[in-house]
């Protein structure tokens, strides 16, 4: 098998793909970031608590710039969208 990386569809619409393997294909992405580039098991928990608590919140998905917020919460380089930044 050797060194096989794993391919992250980026054209495959959220409904085309199952519910299942969906959630499986966020994690992924999110496990594949770079260390340099994510943030600290302590502070991504700390982010995904502030989103919690933000009624901006709807099924995982954040109302004001549309992103998954445990994708964006693991980018060291991402903030909140909100006027009032969270984090």
Known sequence: MGDERLTICRKCLIRDIP???FFENMYDYI????????????EYECRLNQCRRCGDLLNGMCRICGCFVEMRAAVALRHCPGQRKRW
Request: proline share 7%; aromatic share 0%.
């Open 19 to 21: 519910e299942a393997e």
């Open 31 to 42: 496990a594949n970031i770079p260390e340099e580039d994510k943030v600290s098991d302590a």
